[in-house]
């Protein structure tokens, strides 16, 4: 079983709908991401979270919002989607650790959304 | 965090080597050296990092320049598989502090095909 899950895989919905894409890991890891894929604008950070009371806005965080249930899922919903949202939207997850100066990412397989 | 340069696109033949430059000339005393890779329909996942001296794992080599201002990931031996979108990426050594969350910076990469 993938250590990262994302469902959906694919997903078309319309102008003003509201989304969840929703991430799990059973990596045990605290650090949880989300990122999107346009192609020219390599990823890009939506919102990360340190654990589940701890929640931070990444670089493109308008428009969407996240929910950290368990220390396992994350949640990212698009309140009321719009064209320019279309993506390829990952989770990912790390394990902090300073011992060897770097943090491994995981990541899911992606969840393809258009937005219509 | 500092950039890094990477060409758009390189072809291999497989079972031959492989060498994926990466200039980053701005490149601090503690940012370590990332690289990761993206293989069709699927989300990035880890290859390498280092810091100073070269690097060796299962998947690849990683070679620094004496000044840290390039390096190089080698593919011993290019497989169809291999190919891929790799990414360059500089990360500090995480603190305690951090308030980043250690997320990673993905520019646009380098395209590798891999020719049967």
């Known amino acids: 079983d993938a250590d990262v899950t994302q469902t959906p895989r694919n997903r078309i919905t319309k102008t003003g709908k509201r989304i969840m894409l929703e991430c799990s890991q059973t990596?045990?890891?605290?650090?949880m991401y989300w990122y999107r894929q346009d192609p020219g604008l390599g990823l890009r950070l939506i919102y990360y979270?340190?654990?589940?009371?701890?929640?931070n806005k990444g670089e493109i965080s308008d428009g969407y919002s996240v929910s950290r249930q368990a220390q396992a899922k994350f949640s990212l919903s698009l309140e009321s989607a719009i064209p320019n949202q279309t993506a390829l939207y990952f989770c990912?997850?790390?394990?902090?650790?300073?011992?060897?100066?770097?943090?491994?990412?995981?990541f899911g397989p992606g969840t393809r959304l258009t937005v219509l | 965090d500092a950039k890094t340069t990477q060409p758009n696109s390189m072809e291999s033949n497989e079972e031959e080597p492989v060498h994926l430059p990466c200039n980053h000339s701005?490149?601090?005393?503690?940012?370590?050296i990332h690289w990761y890779r993206q293989l069709p329909s699927q989300g990035p996942e880890y290859v390498i990092h280092g810091l100073t001296s070269n690097v060796n794992n299962r998947m690849a080599s990683l070679a620094i320049a004496e000044d840290r201002k390039s390096s190089t990931l080698i593919l011993h031996r290019a497989t169809l598989r291999d190919a891929a979108v790799y990414y360059c990426?500089?990360?500090?050594?995480?603190?305690?502090?951090?308030?980043?969350?250690?997320?990673?910076?993905f520019g646009e990469g380098t395209q590798l095909t891999v020719n049967p």
């Open positions: 990912a997850t790390s394990d902090f650790r300073l011992a060897g100066g770097y943090v491994t990412q995981y």
């Open positions: 701005t490149i601090s005393g503690t940012d370590y």
């Open positions: 979270s340190f654990d589940v009371k701890d929640i």
């Open positions: 990426i500089l990360r500090p050594l995480p603190s305690s502090e951090e308030t980043s969350g250690s997320r990673l910076t």
């Open positions: 990596k045990g890891h605290d650090r």
